[in-house]
């Protein structure tokens, strides 16, 4: 292989792999900023959040990708900004009967 084409899959590998990493950050800052309403725990979950988008342009840079595979990317995107406010709500539906019992 050219080095050029190692230097791009070795970037391409570990914009992968910080992906994968910020979005389980995104995930468990914006859960327990949530349980703890904390703002500071807020603000490092929307760090996480962009440190994924850079993440992403790096990959999409490293790989070159392009038509079909930027959509996938950008659902990519809006899978892992909208799963953990999904799975919150759906948390929180879950269990505000047990909530209300447990004060009661």
Do not use: K
Not at 26 to 46: C, K, P, T
């Amino acid at each position: 292989m050219e080095p050029i084409a190692l230097q791009a899959l070795f970037f391409g590998t570990l914009s992968g792999a910080a992906i994968v990493l910020f979005g389980a950050f995104y995930a468990l800052f914006f859960a327990l900023g949530r349980v703890h309403d904390s703002a500071w725990l807020n603000a490092a979950s929307i760090a996480s959040f962009v440190l994924l988008v850079v993440a992403v342009y790096v990959l999409i840079q490293s790989l070159a990708l392009s038509g079909f595979w930027l959509v996938v990317v950008a659902v990519m995107l809006l899978g892992y900004y909208s799963a953990p406010r999904a799975i919150w709500r759906l948390c929180v539906g879950t269990h505000a009967d047990l909530q209300t019992e447990a004060r009661s």
